[in-house]
């Protein structure tokens, strides 16, 4: 038995779970999908309020500083909300899921996005104790790496890739 069918066998509970439950597909892609819009759209906020508050000032960077810290526990959330009912949408289909291209490619770019989020806390943290200058921000916001994360998501998630026949709620073009 391969690792794949090992793992196919064991969801195969929730697979039929998520396959025979509106509620509970329509739960999960629901959650799926506030978590990109409170990760993602509150990152892109934030990432333009910090290329801003570079230029600001003092009082306004303090401002910034309080207010990013809220946004980014915030971010980092939704962002792992999306991560962990991501892996939900692939257990009710692990055999399709685990070959999957485009499965893996938004994973990774999760991944990425969850590890420059940790990142802009850090700098975050550096800042508020006084060691670090708000170039270092500066360069997480306005990085290559979080904007075109944040757009190639939503790329793969609209291009048809041998989408799961068992899955109840159909995504493509």
């Known amino acids: 038995m391969t690792a794949v069918q090992t793992l196919s066998t064991l969801a195969q509970p929730w697979a039929s779970l998520f ?3 509106r509620v509970v597909s329509s739960g999960v892609m629901f959650t ?4 990109l819009v409170l990760g993602g759209g509150g990152a892109v906020a934030a990432d333009r309020a910090s290329l801003r508050a570079v230029r600001a000032s003092a009082a306004q960077q303090a401002s910034h500083l309080s207010e990013l810290r809220l946004v980014h526990r915030a971010v980092l959330w939704g962002l792992s909300i999306t991560f962990v009912s991501g892996l939900l949408l692939a257990a009710a289909d692990v055999e399709t899921y685990a070959t999957l291209p485009a ?4 994973m990774g770019l999760i991944a990425m996005l969850l590890g420059n989020g940790v990142s802009m806390q850090r700098a ?3 800042l508020a104790a006084g060691t670090v200058a708000w170039r270092r921000l500066h360069a997480d916001a306005a990085g290559v ?11 793969i998630g ?10 109840s709620m159909k ?3």
């Open 145 to 155: 790496a979080p904007g075109n994360t944040r757009c190639s998501l939503c790329l």
């Open 124 to 126: 975050e943290r550096a």
């Open 158 to 167: 609209r291009l048809r890739w041998k989408w799961p026949k068992s899955s």
């Open 171 to 173: 995504v493509g073009v």
């Open 19 to 21: 396959s025979d439950s």
């Open 32 to 35: 799926h999908l506030s978590g």
């Open 103 to 106: 499965f893996w490619i938004k």
